[in-house]
């Protein structure tokens, strides 16, 4: 991603939270809600299996390192790990997001070595998808493979909204290794520097330390956005599901 691009994932980020944060107080209600509800006409449904997370949020992304928060955890193996990122790189949701990222970014002409028309699209698409497929490998099997760590997005679920705001945010800092303790993501910041580093091989313009440093921390907060969209999708697909029913 180059300056414009840049300006992209921060209206992105923001476009993900401020709405995603004003919904909160209301969702977490409505599970409650749900939560009394089903506790008192069947006490037997605490024995049935944790809800499964939507394969998208949004209808648009990914959502395939989702996982209830476990009663007991488990690890995953190697293979798992990279499983999770190839469904996450190649899913039509990645293309999509690619595709759009490289309409905005020829617009906006941000990198102009790449030139216009559909030759220049095609770099443009090329470029950001490499961007979504490298970082989504270093990040949830490269760097967790050597580092043991799980690249799984464990959603909170329950809760006051802004207590399930400020789980996410942490998640992005603080994971698990595969023997279940906390520890610092590494997979997290190491994955994103080195999927910028790599990035300056085929971004021939603005190769400076400061853009550079800029584009980690414009990815981290993206990550940490979608997770947040993540978190709270399921309760207001609910919503939306409810309203179309007319309840």
Not at 31 to 39: G, I
Not at 56 to 83: A, D
Not at 127 to 138: Q, R
Request: charged content about 20%; glycine content about 8%.
């Amino acid at each position: 991603m180059q300056l414009q691009m840049v300006t992209t994932a921060r209206a992105l980020v923001a476009a993900l939270i401020l709405p995603l944060a004003l919904q909160c107080q209301n969702t977490t209600s409505d599970a409650a809600e749900r939560t009394e509800a089903t506790s008192t006409s069947d006490n037997s449904s605490s024995s049935a299996p944790p809800e499964q997370p939507s394969k998208h949020v949004l209808w648009v992304i990914p959502n395939f390192r989702t996982s209830p928060i476990p009663e007991e955890y488990t690890p995953i193996t190697t293979k798992e790990k990279f499983k999770i990122a190839a469904q996450d790189s190649f899913d039509r949701g990645t293309v999509a997001l690619a595709a759009v990222f490289a309409g905005e970014g020829q617009l906006g002409n941000s990198t102009p070595s790449f030139g216009q028309g559909v030759q220049g699209y095609a770099r443009y698409f090329g470029t950001a998808y490499a961007d979504f497929v490298i970082g989504n490998y270093m990040t949830e099997a490269i760097y967790p493979t050597l580092l043991h760590q799980d690249p799984r997005y464990f959603r909170k679920g329950t809760g006051s909204g802004w207590s399930r705001l400020a789980y996410v945010i942490g998640q992005s800092f603080w994971t698990h290794n595969d023997s279940g303790r906390g520890q610092v993501n590494y997979s997290e910041v190491v994955g994103n520097s080195t999927a910028v580093a790599i990035s300056n091989a085929y971004y021939p313009d603005h190769r400076t330390v400061g853009n550079a440093i800029s584009k980690l921390g414009v990815q981290i907060g993206v990550d940490t956005a979608a997770n947040i969209a993540k978190e709270f999708w399921p309760d207001m697909e609910r919503r939306f599901s409810r309203k179309h029913r007319g309840e």
